[in-house]
């Protein structure tokens, strides 16, 4: 499992999560299958873990366990699972939304510009919307708004007539012909820093990342039971505000809704004020843990 994903923050999201052996959890992102197993160690026979992840990869991660259901699709469905499966609620659940370490290092899987190679970025490789596909037909003003909001691209709009620019001559198709074409606008001194903004706009949009994540989070309050734990591991301001307001009012934009006492309606309250960070030793030993953030929310009695 260390070699497909090292789970981040993992005893902190056990501690967090795991209040009854007997109860069932949802790994929400199954992964390497590290906090799966992490859950399924602390609970006892009549314990049982739902995990679920899009990537058909992640399947062969699964450990012989009984009491393991490995779900193949999207967390954004996790209510209508629940509902299938006859379970009425769960005791808890975890989400850890970075992109694993298994979908960076395969070159194949076009995740990354450390390689150059085919422009996918798909998390399911069974979707038919690609990051080649987005790159050459998207039209630029659309391309302009997914660099701004989902990478946060401090020259959207350049970068997207960059683009425009290069497909007008020939299709970009690998990762090494995109970053060729963003050319103009990399400072050697940081050309990481501004490709990385645009390779996370492009998957999450591939992805649809951040509306799954608002679905899930929709769905999750619905099928914890009262008392019960969400734990979620952010990897980026957008993801962790959603989160966050989410927490907080119940919704994504972080809109409070009161009722006659002045109370926020919201089916959440956090369970911890501040987000926990991983130890230096954690970050030492997986740089990929640096931007981590666990958030952890309790299901209302009332909700």
């Known amino acids: 499992m260390s070699l497909y994903h090292t789970p981040v923050l993992l005893q902190e999201s056990l501690d967090a999560l795991v209040t009854n052996p007997s109860g069932t959890y949802i790994d929400a992102t199954f992964g390497g299958g590290g906090h799966t197993a992490g859950i399924l160690s602390r609970l006892n026979k009549s314990g049982r873990v739902i995990a679920f992840d899009r990537d058909i990869d992640a399947l062969g991660n699964r450990p012989e366990d009984d009491r393991l259901t490995l779900v193949h699709n999207n967390f954004r469905f996790i209510e209508n699972y629940v509902r ?155 993801e962790d505000r959603m989160v966050k307001n989410f927490i907080r009012t119940g919704n994504i934009a972080g809109e409070a809704v009161k009722d006659f006492y002045g109370n926020i309606e919201a089916p959440l309250k956090a369970a911890i004020k501040k987000p926990i960070v991983p130890a230096e030793a954690e970050i030492a030993a997986n740089t990929r843990a640096r931007s981590a953030k666990l958030r952890v929310a309790e299901k209302e009695a009332d909700a």
């Not at 979707?127 to 596909?133: C, F, R, S, V, W």
């Not at 425009?164 to 690998?174: H, L, S």
């Not at 949009?205 to 679905?215: A, G, H, I, T, W």
């Open 84 to 238: 299938h499966l006859g379970l009425p609620r769960v005791d808890g659940i975890l989400a850890d939304l970075g992109v694993s370490s298994h979908q960076f290092d395969t070159a194949g899987r076009g995740f990354s510009f450390r390689f150059d190679a085919p422009l996918d970025m798909r998390m399911n490789t069974q979707g038919t919307l690609t990051a080649a596909t987005l790159v050459n037909t998207c039209p630029e003003e659309q391309l302009e708004q997914i660099l701004r909001l989902w990478g946060e691209v401090d020259n959207p709009r350049r970068a997207a007539r960059l683009i425009v620019a290069a497909r007008d001559k020939a299709p970009i198709e690998t990762t090494g012909q995109l970053e060729a074409a963003l050319t103009p606008m990399l400072p050697a001194h940081a050309a990481h820093k501004v490709l990385a903004k645009v390779f996370q706009a492009l998957r999450i949009e591939v992805n649809q990342e951040m509306r799954s994540l608002e679905k899930f989070l929709e769905g999750a309050a619905k099928v914890l039971s009262p008392g019960g734990r969400l734990a979620v591991i952010t990897y980026h301001s957008l």
